[in-house]
């Protein structure tokens, strides 16, 4: 690092990254100002639960990744890191000469150190009203409202959140239909996982189509799909769950992010003093740069991320592991390591057929590649990372 004080850090965004780039700046010895700016009022919730216990009134099994259950799903522990929240707001420019973040309400917040976790959008088929999607909690709200009057419901989406929506709007008593490109989450998980998971979903009732592509247009005074066959599927709800943006438009000019996403480095450092973490930021891994929209990822890049803001090329670079974590259609997955997998798992406890199972899919090339994953069953996450060790 270049060796200058810091005594203003600013951290722009206000989710699980940024709050836990707050949190490791305190820890890692910072007492001077810190900043969070978030543009949604409410305070960092845990956007896992929105797609899962948030759409249900039960309280759930307690095995929950988070705080809470039923209407408490999303909550957090109180922040402890003491920074002045800017809630509500938005951040429109960023000027790195003058180290200077401007707001959307005139403000221009000053830095030394500055942590872009802005995090993305959902990815929409359309501008239409009638097209809702599930990003943030004013979204899982508004949709946990309208599953009580159980609409038909048309969920596009074949991918982890879409498959999630689907069982919430299921279990809330609605008849449902999902529209895949493919057989769903195989591009996730693989086709051993996709299938159980897929045999499970179609047992509780859903429909699924399975499309080369999908749009959404109106027609009269209603919206419908259309699938690229030709075919039309209508419904009183229709949710597209296709995939995210990064936030970063507010970054035009700064030349960070000329393609989308902000490419750092193996510490998450843009440039000495500015870090980005979380959805919006593209690291190195063992396939290339990538963008791992995970929660477990944005926490893992916010550590290290922090601790190189204030102590550079001292921080360890980050190891990250995917952890991926999903509850639908009755069913628990925990799994770690490089998902999808092709071919059957070993099962270190249980077998097939969708019961509680302990299985992996080995490292074949001794670099520590190997997955494993938890289905319906307990285990500590650290032993299930072991289990993905190569081989001495």
């Not at 409410?42 to 705080?67: F, I």
């Not at 925990?334 to 406890?349: I, S, T």
Request: charged letters at 20%; a negative charge; one cysteine or more.
């Amino acid at each position: 690092m270049s060796g200058d004080t810091v005594h203003r850090v600013v951290v722009v965004g206000n989710g699980i990254a940024g709050l836990t780039a707050a949190d490791t700046l305190r820890e890692a010895g910072f007492d001077g100002e810190l900043t969070i700016v978030g543009d949604e009022p409410h305070p960092a919730y845990s956007r896992p639960a929105l797609s899962k216990a948030l759409l249900l009134d039960g309280d759930g099994d307690g095995d929950r990744e988070g705080a809470g259950s039923g209407t408490a799903a999303h909550e957090l522990p109180p922040a402890g890191h003491g920074a002045t929240e800017l809630l509500g707001v938005r951040a429109t420019g960023l000027s790195l000469d003058r180290r200077r973040v401007t707001l959307d309400d005139g403000t221009a917040l000053p830095y030394d150190r500055l942590v872009l976790a802005t995090g993305s959008r959902a990815r929409r088929l359309s501008g239409l009203p009638e097209e809702l999607t599930l990003r943030g909690l004013d979204d899982a709200l508004s949709l946990r409202a309208r599953l009580a009057g159980r609409p038909s419901v048309v969920v596009i989406g074949g991918g982890p959140l879409g498959m999630e929506i689907a069982s919430g709007c299921l279990a809330a008593g609605c008849r449902v239909t999902l529209v895949s490109q493919g057989v769903p989450l195989t591009a996730q998980l693989g086709p051993y996982l996709a299938g159980v998971f897929v045999g499970a979903a179609l047992d509780q009732g859903l429909t699924v189509v399975e499309t080369g592509s999908a749009r959404i247009e109106r027609r009269g005074e209603s919206a419908r799909v259309v699938l690229d066959e030709g075919a039309v599927l209508e419904a009183e709800m229709l949710v597209s769950a296709v995939g995210d943006i990064p936030n970063t438009e507010w970054l035009a000019g700064t030349g960070l992010a000329p393609k989308g996403a902000v490419t750092v480095d193996s510490r998450g450092l843009v440039r000495p003093d500015v870090a980005a973490v979380g959805d919006l930021a593209a690291f190195p891994t063992p396939y290339g740069l990538r963008r791992v929209p995970f929660w477990s990822s944005a926490i893992e890049q916010a550590k290290t991320a922090a601790r190189a803001l204030l102590h550079g090329d001292d921080t360890p670079p980050l190891r990250f592991q995917p952890y991926f974590w999903t509850e639908q259609f009755g069913l628990s997955l925990k799994a770690v390591g490089h998902l999808p997998r092709d071919g059957e798992p070993a099962y270190a406890d249980g077998g097939p057929g969708g019961g509680p199972a302990l299985m992996s899919w080995p490292d074949e090339d001794g670099a520590g590649g190997g997955a494993a994953a938890a289905l319906n069953y307990r285990i500590p996450i650290p032993r299930l990372r072991r289990m993905t060790a190569p081989a001495s």
